[in-house]
């Protein structure tokens, strides 16, 4: 069965940098697109980033554009999102999500979430 | 960026009525709609992709319709299981932008 687990969240400074990344099983990796969406606590959903396939194409939020990376390792089926120079504004629960096989870009498996606060 | 207007905001409703959330699109997003379910301190699930298309394994009390900009999910005889946030999205071009979300409460 399709499997995504988040780690990498925690408490860090504004100003500072981490690393979040998810480990998907049950499907063939190489094959999908992966996003990161957030949610800040209390808030609705949030889309951060898209990376394709294959890695050559990205896409970023406003927002996040120019401090967050989205990178994947196909060979050990991993996702991550460097985030640097973090604001108050990006303490969320941070999913990974796949889409589905239709070609409509839908999330149709998540992974539980890692929650990311920024805070002095 | 595509905005996404989602309406009403909150819900009160009773079990075993029907109820319907709409959602509309700032510019034509085709069929490239879904709908999530929300329950608290859980992942979104979702519930209806492609404006229409019922998930695997989703009751189908859960349909949805519309295509363009403007887009409904329904929901027949509602089950204490069914009070949570619904979202939609769009997935037509990136930024892919969800609405705000409706809480449906129990009345």
């Known amino acids: 069965q399709v499997q995504l687990v988040e780690s990498g969240g925690g408490v860090v400074q504004p100003g500072r940098s981490l690393r979040l990344s998810c480990a998907a099983s049950g499907f063939t990796f190489s094959n999908y697109a992966m996003h990161w969406v957030r949610q800040a606590p209390g808030k609705g959903l949030e889309w951060v980033a898209v990376i394709s396939f294959d890695g050559s194409n990205r896409y970023y939020t406003d927002s996040v554009k120019g401090r967050f990376t989205i990178s994947r390792d196909n060979s050990n089926s991993m996702l991550y999102l460097e985030m640097n120079s973090l604001r108050g504004e990006d303490t969320a629960v941070y999913y990974c999500?796949?889409?589905?096989?239709?070609?409509?870009?839908?999330?149709?498996?998540w992974g539980q979430g890692t929650l990311v606060t920024v805070s002095s | 960026d595509i905005q996404m207007i989602q309406s009403p905001s909150s819900l009160s409703a009773s079990v075993g009525d029907r109820v319907t959330i709409t959602c509309r699109a700032s510019?034509?997003?085709?069929?490239?709609l879904s709908w999530y379910q929300q329950k608290p301190g859980e992942a979104p699930k979702v519930l209806i992709y492609a404006a229409s298309s019922l998930q695997s394994g989703v009751p189908s009390k859960f349909s949805g319709s519309g295509s363009g900009t403007d887009f409904t999910l329904t929901i027949s005889s509602l089950q204490p299981e069914d009070f949570a946030t619904y979202y939609c999205?769009?997935?037509?071009?990136?930024?892919?932008?969800f609405g705000q979300g409706t809480k449906l409460e129990i009345k």
């Open positions: 999500a796949r889409v589905g096989t239709d070609g409509y870009n839908y999330f149709h498996y």
């Open positions: 999205q769009q997935s037509s071009r990136t930024p892919y932008t």
């Open positions: 510019q034509s997003i085709t069929t490239y």
